[in-house]
């Protein structure tokens, strides 16, 4: 059974930063891509970044470019969002998901989310 499983989400002023953590089992985590995506109330679910099985980025949201980084540890079966300059519109919950090898917009396996709260 897969089990995907966010953490390190919470408050931080604007201007901060947070790294969001993301452990898949049930897996082969090597040969997975893997996702962020977030949603903020009243809106619709967005991808964030994705990194896919041998490494390569995918950005879905500009917005993020040049302040969040996504990276992958395959010896931990973990995935890594480093968010940087944090704004209030990067609040939201932060979802990880893993597609087989190549990033998707609608990947199969989901976590329940971490909450981020970026306050003003």
């Known amino acids: 059974q897969v089990q995907v499983v966010e953490s390190g989400g919470g408050l931080v002023q604007a201007g901060g930063s947070l790294r969001l953590s993301c452990t898949a089992s049930g897996l082969t985590f090597e040969r997975y891509a893997m996702g962020w995506f977030r949603q903020a109330p009243g809106k619709e679910r967005e991808g964030v970044l994705c990194i896919s099985w041998s490494g390569g980025t995918t950005y879905y949201a500009d917005s993020v470019k040049g302040r969040f980084t996504i990276s992958r540890d395959n010896a931990k079966n973990t995935l890594y969002l480093q968010m940087n300059s944090l704004k209030p519109e990067d609040t939201a919950m932060y979802y990880c998901?893993?597609?087989?090898?190549?990033?998707?917009?609608?990947?199969?396996?989901w976590g329940r989310g971490t909450q981020v709260t970026v306050s003003s």
């Open positions: 998901a893993a597609e087989y090898r190549y990033c998707s917009v609608s990947p199969n396996y």
